[in-house]
């Protein structure tokens, strides 16, 4: 039986059927539900909520570590030696079950990004700090490491070693290959394609959306980003945007258009100035695969 979300007199309160190793240190007032399993040394602080479901289980995996006030909805696998920071909630129900449709899901532009079990997938040594909301059809890669306030919508796949500054967030149906970093308050839209090991700047904005209307077949057609792509601090991509492999967006650009390999692009609307040398680009690729 599914134990009640609230303890009395701010008491623990462990399911008799969750599978908790006796190594682990469970905080005063957290509520560990049925179809649970918690590993070795795992520590987990005051007032938290544990849940999960016979249909999708939650496995909180060894030495992972949980601050004061964090919720983890059922489905959550939280990879070894991971770090979550207080009031921060794993596992949000996706728009489908809290608002009882989502245009989006069935629209062809996305269907390469769907993940069809409701369950959110963050592999081993993560770093998710205060305030984190990471959505359910999630799957992230190892080493993912966040500052506060961070978003991931549902349907969306992150790569390892990925960096996500404070309040950036990705709008969901979405890919993020490996070490790429989204700067601080960056927004990303649907429908983003984004390559290995690229650099986008705080306070960039992505659009997907042609008209800026509210008509879906106007909609999601996100931008794509190619392996090793920079974008400078305060930029805005617009819809349908390709940026191939290598590609420099200099600061406080609007990008319109696509920017070929290699090419160095900046203004408003962006314009190719030139092609970056083989030695510029490759010094960039050196220093994300160092």
């Known amino acids: 039986m599914t134990i009640p979300m609230t303890s009395p007199e701010g008491s623990t309160a462990v399911s008799s059927s969750a599978d908790v190793h006796a190594t682990a240190v469970i905080g005063r007032g957290t509520v560990v539900s049925d179809h649970v399993a918690i590993g070795p040394n795992v520590r987990i602080g005051a007032n938290c909520i544990i849940d ?37 909630v794993l596992g949000h129900p996706s728009k489908v079950v809290t608002a009882g449709a989502d245009g989006s899901l069935e629209n062809e532009r996305v269907q390469r990004f769907i993940i069809d079990e409701p369950v959110t997938k963050i592999g081993a040594k993560a770093v998710i700090r205060s305030h984190a909301v990471i959505y359910t059809n999630v799957v992230i890669g190892e080493a993912f490491s966040t500052g506060h306030f961070i978003m991931v919508r549902e349907h969306t796949r992150i790569g390892d070693r990925c960096v996500f500054g404070s309040h950036a ?43 800026a209307i509210w008509d879906v077949d106007q909609d999601l ?70």
Do not use: W
């Open 52 to 88: 999960g479901s016979e249909a999708y289980p939650t496995v909180i995996n060894t030495g992972c570590v949980l601050d004061d006030i964090v919720k983890i909805q059922p489905g959550v696998s939280l990879g070894a030696g991971s770090s979550v920071g207080p009031f921060s």
């Open 169 to 211: 967030s990705v709008d969901g149906y979405s890919s993020i290959g490996d070490r790429t970093h989204v700067g601080q308050y960056a927004q990303l839209s649907q429908s983003a394609t984004i390559g290995r090991g690229v650099f986008i700047g705080g306070q960039t904005v992505f659009s997907d959306n042609l008209k």
């Open 221 to 290: 057609f996100g931008a794509t980003l190619e392996d090793y792509v920079r974008i400078g601090l305060n930029c805005t991509v617009m819809p349908k945007v390709v940026l191939e492999r290598g590609a420099f967006v200099g600061a406080g650009s609007i990008v319109t258009r696509n920017v070929p390999e290699g090419g160095l692009a900046y203004g408003s609307p962006a314009k190719v100035s030139r092609r970056q040398t083989m030695k510029e680009i490759q010094e960039y690729i050196d220093s994300v695969e160092g």
